[in-house]
């Protein structure tokens, strides 16, 4: 089944270390989107990709950074993790102004969920 | 900007119907969305809806007044496992309507 894959599915890491998130599509979408929730809160967007073009929301972190090396892949990179950021990170993908563009609906993968200890 | 009021909470007894209220104040609007997320999973897709009126999905219906500013889902036969989150979406009619921003959702506690 076409599918948007997370791995890990939880992360543990130390305050200060480098951590790295991974997603995988399936679905040949061409936007690749990452989100941070925490509990009881909407997702909020840390960027995206249409195709290669990387798009960062402005009030991301600059301790956060993201790569698409290609359709398939994207990977959100935390490089000095602190207290604050332990979260569900969620990626999403959509297909945007595709011959049968109109809800271009979002399809999550299961989410990292991130410990900083 | 984007502003999307959703209620927090919600309780409700299996078998019943319970109604979730999403308002918004957006600069601009192409359609909105119903997402529902089980603790501690993703959000799935429910519904979405451009024109006004009601869209009806099995057990679930989504209904919208773009005068209004105003959506709600309809839950009827409530079971335990629509016990979840309930995220309201809404998307911007320019600068990239594939982003859309999302309320901060219902949770719904459905009890026996």
């Known amino acids: 089944d076409a599918m948007v894959i997370q791995n890990p599915r939880y992360q543990v890491t130390q305050f200060g270390k480098p951590v790295t998130l991974s997603c995988s599509q399936t679905l040949n979408h061409n936007v690749m989107y990452w989100y941070q929730q925490k509990s009881s809160q909407a997702p909020k967007l840390l960027f995206h990709y249409y195709d290669k073009d990387f798009n960062n929301e402005a009030d991301t972190p600059d301790n956060f950074q993201s790569r698409r090396p290609n359709t398939s892949f994207c990977f959100l990179d935390i490089r000095s993790p602190g207290l604050g950021d332990a979260a569900m990170y969620l990626c999403a993908t959509t297909l945007a102004g595709g011959p049968i563009s109109g809800q271009e609906t979002q399809y999550f993968g299961p989410g990292t969920r991130l410990l900083v200890l | 900007g984007q502003n999307i009021d959703q209620p927090t909470e919600m309780t409700a007894t299996e078998g019943a119907i319970v109604q979730i209220n999403c308002t918004y104040q957006t600069s601009g609007f192409n359609g909105l969305f119903w997402y529902q997320q089980h603790a501690g999973e993703a959000p799935t897709f429910l519904s979405y809806n451009v024109l006004d009126g009601l869209e009806e999905k099995g057990r679930f219906s989504s209904f919208l007044s773009r005068s209004k500013g105003y959506s709600y889902l309809l839950l009827k036969e409530l079971q335990m496992k629509d016990s979840a989150s309930y995220l309201c979406?809404?998307?911007?009619?320019?600068?990239?309507?594939?982003?859309?921003?999302f309320g901060r959702g219902t949770s719904l506690i459905v009890h026996p």
């Open positions: 979406a809404v998307r911007p009619a320019s600068g990239g309507s594939y982003i859309p921003t």
